[in-house]
């Protein structure tokens, strides 16, 4: 990885956290889409020789920090999502559109499946947590930001 | 792939729920939180900027003209807010005097009607006040008037809708009254200053020390007995002089009460309208 490529994933990142961040009215927080969440995708997917489980640490206790949970819990969603995208990437990466589409929205539903049965299994006051819809904007911005992203870095020679 | 990877996995997932569970049972997590922040805060501040720029365009692109009538408007708005906030006051204490009075007519057993005071006799050598209840709602002539502290005086005029009080500074009332400690009995008179009785006719050798508590006799059959009427401020025994002088101040807020207690007594004389000003 390069020192480009570095560039642009840290880009990516802060972007992603930046609209984790985005002020959001309240019907439309519940339709937020996972930002970080496909950030790592993307890196799993373009970089997996050095995007590999140990990021879940930094990122997930960031996301922690930025959702007000309890710490620790996005570290073991994002472990567990890197550890599926670690079994899919390959065949990701040949999926068409549609295809990456649909993947991308069942990381997401599972995502949120996680946090809340984590939250429920240690804490005795879990709240409510969005499950369908992250998933569905999350698989609706995921072409757009796949293309971006491709492009970008066809840009940059780094593919 | 690694070919310890699942394992890897399983073991963050249990480092992730131990983490949890510290986090959600003690507080030695809140610096890793706090130093996150610290982390996270460049990307919240941008997420911010985008607000921030609008509402500096919409600062800048304000005109002069419409600075200007805002600032007309706040200032009206202001001026009717103080004056709301006076007003507040203002119930605020008149709620504490309804407070007060409530529980002192807990202490009377006697019935009682809450009455105000509307005006004040502008006279100065007389200590009178008009209240808002009159004939229409039962007042009498001789009805006495309590404050939420003691006996402030007797109704001496009835109107349909509102009364006359001749309070107990003035200097033609008097009232007889008796220390509460000891019994001793003694007529306090009004000198016509709202903050100081006399009490005529004391003995030298009379037991009346600064500070007693002097309440209503009831022997002039007008008041009931038992009410607070003043506290006895200064005893002077003067050498070749047959009484003591004796100065008491009224209990009852003379000057500052607004709401007051109309008492249907039993002890208290009625004495019909008609024929008050037959005495004279």
């Known amino acids: 990885m390069n020192i480009r490529a570095l560039i642009l994933a840290a880009a990516g990142l802060f972007i992603a956290f930046m609209l984790e961040h985005l002020p959001m009215p309240d019907l439309l927080l519940w339709l937020q889409p996972a930002w970080v969440l496909m950030v790592v995708t993307l890196l799993v997917m373009f970089a997996p020789q050095t995007a590999g489980l140990w990021i879940a640490f930094p990122l997930g206790l960031m996301l922690d920090v930025e959702q007000s949970t309890l710490l620790g819990t996005h570290i073991l969603t994002l472990a567990i999502h890197i550890f599926l995208l670690q079994v899919l990437y390959r065949r990701m990466v040949m999926f068409n559109f549609l295809q990456q589409t649909g993947v991308v929205f069942l990381l997401v539903a599972v995502q949120q499946l996680l946090v809340y049965w984590a939250g429920a299994l240690v804490s005795e006051t879990m709240g409510p947590v969005p499950l369908w819809g992250p998933a569905l904007t999350s698989a609706l911005v995921w072409p757009w930001v796949y293309g971006l992203t491709h492009i970008i870095m066809v840009r940059l020679h780094l593919t | 792939m690694s070919p310890f990877q699942r394992q890897r996995v399983l073991g963050i997932v249990v480092l992730a729920l131990v983490l949890m569970w510290l986090d959600s049972r003690v507080t030695w997590l809140e610096p890793v939180r706090y130093i996150t922040g610290f982390v996270l805060a460049p990307a919240q501040q941008t997420a911010m900027i985008p607000g921030a720029i609008g509402n500096w365009y ?112 003035d200097s033609n009332h008097a009232i007889p009254v008796q220390v509460n400690r000891n019994g001793v009995r003694a007529i306090a008179v009004g000198t016509g200053a709202l903050d100081e009785l006399e009490l005529i006719y004391v003995p030298n050798t009379a037991d009346i020390i600064k500070g007693d508590l002097l309440v209503s006799s009831g022997l002039g059959g007008r008041y009931p007995r038992g009410y607070p009427v003043a506290t006895v401020s200064s005893v002077e025994n003067i050498p070749g002089k047959s009484f003591a002088q004796v100065t008491a101040e009224p209990s009852a807020r003379l000057d500052r009460s607004r709401h007051l207690l109309l008492v249907f007594s039993q002890g208290a004389a009625k004495v019909p309208a008609t024929e008050i000003w037959k005495e004279h």
């Open chain 2, 58 to 169: 919409s600062e800048s692109s304000t005109t002069r003209q419409e600075l200007l009538a805002e600032n007309k408007q706040l200032k009206a708005r202001t001026l009717v807010l103080e004056t709301r906030s006076q007003r507040l006051a203002a119930l605020e204490a008149e709620n504490i005097e309804l407070r007060e009075l409530l529980s002192a007519s807990e202490q009377v057993d006697d019935r009682v009607l809450v009455t105000s005071v509307i005006a004040v006799d502008p006279d100065p050598f007389t200590q009178q006040i008009l209240i808002n209840k009159g004939g229409e709602d039962g007042v009498f002539i001789g009805q006495p008037v309590l404050d939420a502290y003691g006996l402030l005086g007797q109704v001496i005029d009835v109107a349909p809708y509102t009364s006359r009080v001749l309070m107990i500074a």
